[in-house]
């Protein structure tokens, strides 16, 4: 599973690179992940669906093209 995982999250990266924006596509790989790892420590992930679209609204709305 982590293998595939890795391989989807580089290919994500790497069509997002071709379009120049490599710093955007770390901060949503990496605040994903930290999204699941701090509802993972509190609440055994029975929020992570609830935090994960707390986050993207917020992130997405951040990027988003105005």
């Not at 999204?35 to 055994?44: A, E, R, W």
């Amino acid at each position: 599973m982590i293998d595939w995982l890795g391989r989807h999250i580089r290919a994500e990266i790497a069509l997002v690179d071709r379009a120049g924006e490599v710093e955007v596509a770390r901060s949503l790989v990496s605040a994903f992940f930290g999204s699941q790892h701090v509802s993972d420590v509190l609440s055994g992930r029975a929020d992570v669906v609830e935090r994960w679209r707390d986050l993207s609204g917020l992130l997405f709305r951040s990027i988003r093209a105005d």
